[in-house]
């Protein structure tokens, strides 16, 4: 039997065969996918968030849906709808794309907020609520969305408590040039990922979940996840700093970081390495930076940056 450790780099050697642009972002949405998240790729079109979503897709032996959210989409269109049936007079609940193991909501910014809080019950329990009755989704379950700039023409930002339920939001930036002429050469969004297999079946993701969860947390790593909790929560710069619901996200992607890793232990460096990504979209500033695009994003990231080299590390 393949060690699990070995199983994750060999699913993150499929994604890069054909995504070809930052691997860190590989390693994010890796990260995500173990530590049960769902993962926000912001970026400007065309360098590559729909591939690297298909690849992790396709890199798994396990159900996938492509949602393109538009302005006219309607919540019933995602979660599905009830129709009656004359042969057996009852109503009859028809799944929408959402029921699948690995759901790519595409631009998700640009539908309106109506239709984006649809996916809310999903993303935070595993289920889907239709007239009145509630359907699981299967297991493992994860939603991949990409979204435009905000400053793009045409978008919605998305409520706060959309963002909240998504373990990272990160982008993706351009590829170098020797990545870049690689693309070129290998137009991996024509061939390439076409040819991908799976590598990994669901079981395997769920044992490799499990696994995350026994990662062993020292308490000073814990105590330092909450002090700096707490900085956020007391700087004079931020408006809303990281709930505990935050300060979970943080520490559960440190566990999946660490396995990413080929560890069963967590080091502060697996801390550090989330802060941005884990942190940066559930808090706000004076100005309501961290909610919009990535101007305000780089505002905020500044401030935590202050804020962790406030706090001695446990190293």
Not at 98 to 105: D, S
Not at 160 to 181: K, T, V
Not at 301 to 309: E, F, Q, S, V, W
């Amino acid at each position: 039997m393949m060690d699990p450790y070995a199983k994750v780099g060999r699913l993150r050697e499929n994604i890069t065969r054909v995504y070809l642009g930052n691997p860190e972002a590989a390693d994010r949405l890796i990260c995500c996918l173990l530590a049960r998240g769902h993962a926000l790729v912001e970026d400007v079109p065309g360098v590559g968030k729909t591939v690297l979503a298909h690849a992790l897709a396709r890199s798994i032996d396990c159900t996938f849906s492509r949602i393109q959210l538009t302005p006219d989409l309607l919540p019933a269109d995602i979660l599905g709808v009830s129709v009656f049936s004359r042969e057996t007079q009852t109503f009859q609940f028809n799944k929408g794309p959402l029921f699948a193991n690995i759901v790519l909501a595409d631009e998700i910014n640009r539908t309106p907020p109506r239709t984006q809080t649809a996916l809310l019950e999903a993303m935070s329990e595993s289920s889907v609520t239709v007239d009145g009755r509630t359907h699981q989704l299967e297991q493992p379950f994860m939603v991949v969305a990409t979204q435009n700039p905000s400053e793009f023409e045409g978008t919605y930002p998305l409520p706060e408590n959309q963002l909240d339920r998504f373990l990272m939001r990160f982008s993706l930036g351009y590829p170098s040039a020797e990545d870049e002429a690689r693309i070129l050469n290998v137009r991996p969004a024509e061939h390439a990922l076409r040819d991908l297999t799976p590598v990994m079946t669901a079981a395997e993701v769920l044992e490799l979940q499990r696994l995350v969860d026994g990662v062993r947390l020292d308490r000073s790593l814990v105590d330092y996840i909450i002090a700096l909790a707490n900085a956020t929560r007391a700087s004079p710069d931020l408006r809303l700093g990281l709930s505990p619901r935050g300060s979970l996200a943080l520490a559960q992607a440190t566990r999946a970081t660490a396995v990413l890793r080929g560890r069963d232990y967590a080091v502060p460096e697996d801390v550090l390495w989330n802060v941005s990504s884990v942190c940066a979209h559930r808090i706000i500033g004076l100005g309501g930076a961290g909610i919009g695009g990535a101007e305000a994003m780089r505002q905020v990231g500044a401030i935590l940056t202050r804020l962790l080299d406030s706090i001695p590390s446990p190293a």
